[in-house]
């Protein structure tokens, strides 16, 4: 809890004020039942009505402060916890902007988004609350019993056996509150993570027809947290019947022992009514805390979950020390026994991989589905780092280099291109931020996808719906690829890029890649993209089976072979230059 309430210490004087005008409402509020007692004793039962009048209008002018009070109150306390939110969610954001790819593999985007949202509004409530009602509730409580033994001491007695017990209870319902609101967080984090998966996967679901089941599997996950949910606040609901029970129980007291006070002239008909107003304040404010449990069984657990995401350790934090480089990268890039398995798992997904890519040369690398092409791809802008032998671009091993200004020589398509919200200018020029109007079409153009463009309404001004929606498999292709183009790379990665274009397309933009002073690599499951690589790499289980140029793995290599016929039949066997 300690590092996130570290965020409200530049609105301290806002607080102090917030707190000032509490006080001012409090007090007032604690001098009330004195002054009726006055009012009873002095001016009801002496029949002095000018008294009456007088200490009324005074009880009319602090109702009116205690009202002013309340207000500024609640002004600041909203400055306070929207602005405490605010810093928070910024460097939540910015925080999650440094972690590695790892990070990502055990802390899921959606406990990512329920942090960032459900988990600060949480903890903004809090701090609203702390600020206009938990901050008071003790205050009231001591102020009150301080007026009540200040009016008469001996009747008020019962308090002393009353508030240990109610302390007790209290503590008891702040353990049993903090576990079951940990637990009603944890299924928000469940609804959140099957409602997003659900949105997202919405056209293959309804293409599925698995509705059904899907809308089985939310049910079941909503039922949890509704479960849970009503567990927690049937629990908490056991301290309302509680609290009136020690309520009526001391106001019967003091009624009782007050009676016999007032008979032997001991006590005034006006001390008792205000003793007894004290102690329901006392009580009705005991039972705020309930409320305050909730609320900070809630927030604990939520500040657990978001320091847990700013205390990330360093380990998965990418670190971008590496050397700078000094120039445009060459674009030699060397393997060298090369394994690699994802964090947290058992099994190599790559093994031994050595081969070299000499610059400004073409590469393509083909394999069978789950082979661990994106894989070796991901290794190479170091997204991952391996996890046995070297990398070297340029000779240099690429984990002495600084990842962010790799990357900036690196233009990477993935395979599932991925597009923004925004304008397709927008979308592209996220390669090269300042790159001109005219390089924004050269790109477009070698990646076969300015005409396209230019047929649209708005052409490049045109809105790409959320992850590109409004547009073809292969569109969104064509502009990922103009997007890594325009970054003019050194090393270019086309992780099976061109497997939504047509033959003649396809041919058209590999044509135009030669433009590029860059090495290339292309990972394809068609022979008709590698057909023309200066060295194709044929990987197996993880396993670099093959290395070659077409022509000599044509006759070398019985899987290569296998591949090729079956895409072209038997009997038009064309040579390399033929068959493009
Ligand atoms: P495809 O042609 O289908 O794209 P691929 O050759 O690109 O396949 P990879 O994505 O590299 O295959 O996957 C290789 C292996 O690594 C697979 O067995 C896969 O299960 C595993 N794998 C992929 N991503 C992860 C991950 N984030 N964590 C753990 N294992 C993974
Ligand atoms: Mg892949």
């Given at each position: 809890m300690m590092k996130s309430l570290t965020f409200l210490k530049p609105y301290r004087l806002t607080m102090g004020a917030a707190i000032f005008f509490l006080l001012v409402e409090l007090i007032v509020e604690l001098y009330q039942p004195y002054i009726l007692s006055k009012i009873i004793d002095k001016g009801i039962l002496n029949n002095d009505l000018s008294y009456v009048t007088k200490w009324g209008l005074v009880m009319l002018v602090l109702s009116v402060v205690a009202f002013i009070g309340g207000v500024l109150n609640t002004f600041y306390s909203t400055h306070v916890s929207q602005s405490f939110a605010f810093g928070l969610r910024k460097s939540l954001f910015e925080k999650v902007q440094t972690f590695s790819f790892t990070t990502f593999n055990f802390l899921p985007t959606s406990s990512l988004i329920t942090r960032l949202t459900n988990d600060v509004t949480q903890l903004q409530n809090t701090v609203f609350m702390s600020l206009r009602i938990i901050l008071r509730a003790p205050l009231m409580v001591v102020g009150s019993v301080v007026m009540a033994l200040i009016l008469d001491w001996k009747l008020s007695f019962v308090l002393f056996f009353i508030l240990p017990l109610l302390f007790f209870f209290l503590n008891w319902m702040v353990q049993k509150g903090r576990e079951l609101f940990k637990r009603v967080q944890e299924n928000v984090d469940s609804v959140n993570s099957v409602l997003r998966e659900n949105l997202m996967g919405m056209k293959l679901i309804k293409a599925f027809v698995r509705n059904d089941f899907e809308d089985e599997r939310f049910q079941v996950i909503n039922n949890n947290l509704k479960r849970k949910t009503a567990t927690a606040l049937k629990t908490m609901e056991v301290t309302m019947p509680v609290l009136l029970l020690f309520m009526n129980a001391s106001i019967l007291v003091v009624l009782w022992y007050g009676n016999s006070k007032v008979h032997s002239n001991q006590s005034n008909i006006g001390e008792i009514v205000a003793i007894v107003n004290y102690i329901s304040r006392i009580t009705s404010t005991f039972s705020v805390f309930s409320f305050i449990i909730m609320a900070f069984s809630r927030a604990r657990a939520s500040s657990e979950r978001i320091e847990e995401v700013l205390t990330i350790?360093?380990?998965f934090i990418e670190k971008n020390e590496g050397n700078k480089l000094r120039n445009r990268i060459e674009g030699k890039v060397q393997f060298h026994d090369v394994s690699f398995q994802y964090p947290n798992t058992e099994n190599d997904v790559l093994q031994d991989i050595s081969f070299v890519a000499y610059p400004k040369t073409s590469i393509a690398i083909l394999g069978s589905t789950g082979a661990g092409k994106t894989s070796l791809f991901q290794l190479i802008p170091r997204l991952y780092d391996v996890s046995e032998g070297t990398i070297l671009i340029d000779d240099q091993?690429?984990?002495?280099?600084?990842s962010k200004e790799l990357r900036g020589q690196i233009g990477y398509v993935p395979q599932e291109a991925l597009l923004f919200t925004g304008t397709i200018k927008e979308n592209l020029l996220m390669g090269r931020e300042n790159a001109s109007d005219e390089d924004v079409y050269t790109a477009a153009k070698h990646a076969q996808i300015h005409e396209t463009i230019l047929s649209f309404p708005n052409g490049y001004e045109s809105k790409i719906g959320q992850k590109g929606v409004n547009l073809s498999g292969g569109q969104k292709q064509r502009l990922a690829i103009a997007r890594a183009l325009l970054r003019k790379p050194s090393i270019l990665l086309l992780d099976d890029s061109t497997s939504a274009l047509d033959l003649k397309t396809e041919a058209k933009l590999i044509q135009s890649l030669k433009e590029y002073d860059c090495t290339i690599f292309i990972i394809t499951q068609k022979i008709s993209s590698a057909i023309n690589a200066d060295k194709i790499l044929i990987i197996d289980d993880g396993c670099l089976v093959e290395e070659g140029t077409h022509d000599s793995l044509l006759e070398s290599s019985k899987l290569y072979k296998a591949i090729y016929y079956s895409q072209y039949g038997r009997e038009e066997i064309p040579n390399a230059k033929g068959a493009n």
């Open positions: 350790e360093e380990d091993d690429i984990r002495k280099m600084n």
